[in-house]
């Protein structure tokens, strides 16, 4: 097959690379910023006026295009995150028509679903968390894809993998709690005692969309490895011991931390994480897939890679390569529930 895949320099595009390079498929990437003199490699800004027309040049000939460029925690610098995320993934899908390509997959997120107490299939309603700007556009993202032809959606869970450990380390520590402070058995994690997390590793997403592009597959997936990791097991692996916090005591610190640049994360990502429903993934394993790596080891392997602020390049670039923003203003854009 010959696939091109948006966001192709992300951790699940770099997945994906690997997996469908493996398999024999040509793969073109697109993306932002791409490797010097590289051939299989198209140089995009989505929410640009001209994108539509560089995306349908770029994908004549494919047989498939998988779409999973997603602007998550951009700094103020970077574009709009709706102007990637919603009129970039309306460019896509509009080139996708133009030219002709047959299956097109696209990486929306259990974040989309409305939240709910108990695990949930594919046909739960995708209304977004309240609160959460990334939950909320991937819901708006599924009322894109309503009522169009040849399109996949794939809805992963947290996703993991080493190379992305920099890229998180920025997301989610920041400058004034360094990464390589993970993992020590004397370090305290404050979380809530309700939290329940799914994970999944990059290579297992990748290896589901390859499965998805094979069969030709339409409609929605979950995908997701079991078995769940509750908060004292998140704890365990992310330091040595569970601090109980109660969630309303968090989320209270999450805000002024972040205003002022103390922490990058936003508290729209800890109402996400309190409110997205666990998913079953049924459909998927149908198709014959299922996940080579445990949550809890792949979850120990990725902290393992933030401790150490490995990356490659791009979006995933080592630590020391990006720059943090001065101490006083946030160093990312709001992840409030943005329209």
Known sequence: ???????????????????????????????????AASPDWVSCDLGAPAAEVVLARAFEGADAVVHLAWAIQPTPGEPDMR?????????????????????????????????????VDEGWPCGGVPGSAYSRQKAELERLLIGR???????????????????????????FLPGR???????????WPGLTAQVVHAEDVARAIRVILAHRATGPFNVAADPPLGARELASVF????????????LALAWPTWRVGVQ?????????????????????????????????????EFVAAVAEGRGTWGPLA?????????????????QGDVR
């Open 83 to 119: 102007r990637t995320n919603i009129t970039g993934s309306t460019h896509v899908l509009r080139a996708a028509g133009r030219a002709g390509v047959p299956h097109v997959v696209v990486a929306s997120s259990v974040a989309a679903y409305t939240p709910t107490s108990g695990p």
């Open 149 to 175: 032809d040849g399109v996949a959606v794939v809805r992963p869970c947290a996703v993991v993998q080493p190379d992305a450990g920099a890229e998180v380390d920025r997301w989610v520590l920041g400058p």
């Open 239 to 250: 330091g040595g011991f569970l601090v109980p916090v109660p969630f309303a005591v968090l």
């Open 318 to 334: 080592p630590r020391g390569a990006v720059r943090w923003p001065r101490l006083g203003r946030p160093a990312h854009q709001s």
């Open 264 to 300: 990058p994360a936003h508290p729209g990502w800890l109402r996400l994480a309190a409110h997205a429903p666990l998913v079953d993934c049924t459909r998927v394993r149908a198709l014959g897939w299922e996940p080579r790596h445990p949550p809890a080891a792949a979850l120990s």
């Open 181 to 191: 402070l993970l993992g020590r058995p004397w370090l305290p994690v404050p979380l």
């Open 1 to 35: 097959m010959r696939v091109v895949v948006t966001g192709a320099s992300g951790s699940v595009g770099t997945a994906l690379r690997r997996v469908l390079a493996d398999a024999g498929d040509t793969v073109v990437g697109i993306a932002r910023r791409i490797p």
